[in-house]
């Protein structure tokens, strides 16, 4: 079984650009969830998505969104990047049913110049 | 607010020692917790998870986890450590059947020396 992947591995964007960022989930998982990760602030929640429906969302500024399509595939996108939101951006799927742990993909590395 | 505590940033030990890793915890209720590894540039590995039942859990690479309610630990160990163990371990709980959202610890990095 084929596992998270996220497309690109690496990206380098400029100031007040957008980016988006891709994730494939395991096949038959429908929720899945973004984190950000920098050495600063460690590992936080952006959100999550399960069939389609944003179930719960982190303390990030509204610059950040995604999106589920119905295949369970998600997208994150940025816009107006700054440089502090260069970071490893890590999706994570789950089956969605209770007691199931998170799948995480390999990242995103993200660097705005 | 809920939060995961790993007292220790950086932790050395030597190949064939014991290794243990701190993980507390605060949540209204006894959350799902669980550990992480990541080597560097990598995505997060799944070693152990605790759900309920028995407080001694067994994980992937000879981990093991013990769960203490009263002290609101997940300690993380394992009886001989392996070179290839060098990586950054990250205790996390969630929310029992509700939020799928996961908060971390801030990490510790496990340093091997032969």
């Known amino acids: 079984k084929a596992g998270v992947t996220q497309t690109p591995r690496y990206l380098i964007k400029t100031r007040g650009q957008q980016v988006t960022l891709s994730c494939s989930p395991i096949?038959?998982?429908?929720?899945v969830s973004w984190y950000q990760q920098t050495p600063g602030q460690g590992l936080q929640f952006l959100f999550e998505?399960?069939?389609?429906?944003?179930?719960n969302k982190g303390n990030f500024p509204g610059r950040f969104s995604g999106r589920q399509f119905s295949n369970s595939r998600s997208e994150m996108n940025v816009s107006t990047l700054e440089l502090g939101d260069s970071a490893l951006y890590l999706c994570?799927?789950?089956?969605?049913?209770?007691?199931?742990?998170?799948?995480f993909g390999q990242g995103t590395r993200l660097t705005v110049v | 607010a809920q939060s995961v505590t790993q007292p220790d940033i950086h932790i050395t030990v030597s190949e064939g020692a014991s290794l243990e890793l701190r993980c507390n915890y605060s949540?209204?209720?006894?959350?799902?917790l669980f550990w992480y590894v990541q080597s560097p540039g990598q995505g997060l590995q799944l070693l152990l998870k605790?759900?309920?039942?028995?407080?001694l859990v067994q994980g992937i690479k000879g981990f093991e986890a013990e769960f203490k309610r009263s002290q609101s630990s997940f300690n993380l160990r394992k009886p001989s450590v392996h070179w290839s163990d060098a990586a950054e371990y990250f205790c996390?709980?969630?929310?029992?059947?509700?939020?799928?959202?996961?908060?971390f610890g801030k990490g510790t990095k496990l340093t091997v020396n032969p």
């Open positions: 096949s038959g998982h429908r929720s």
């Open positions: 605790y759900f309920s039942g028995d407080t």
């Open positions: 998505y399960f069939s389609e429906t944003q179930r």
């Open positions: 994570a799927s789950r089956p969605g049913g209770l007691n199931t742990e998170a799948f």
């Open positions: 949540y209204g209720a006894t959350p799902y």
């Open positions: 996390a709980a969630s929310t029992q059947g509700g939020s799928e959202k996961l908060v």
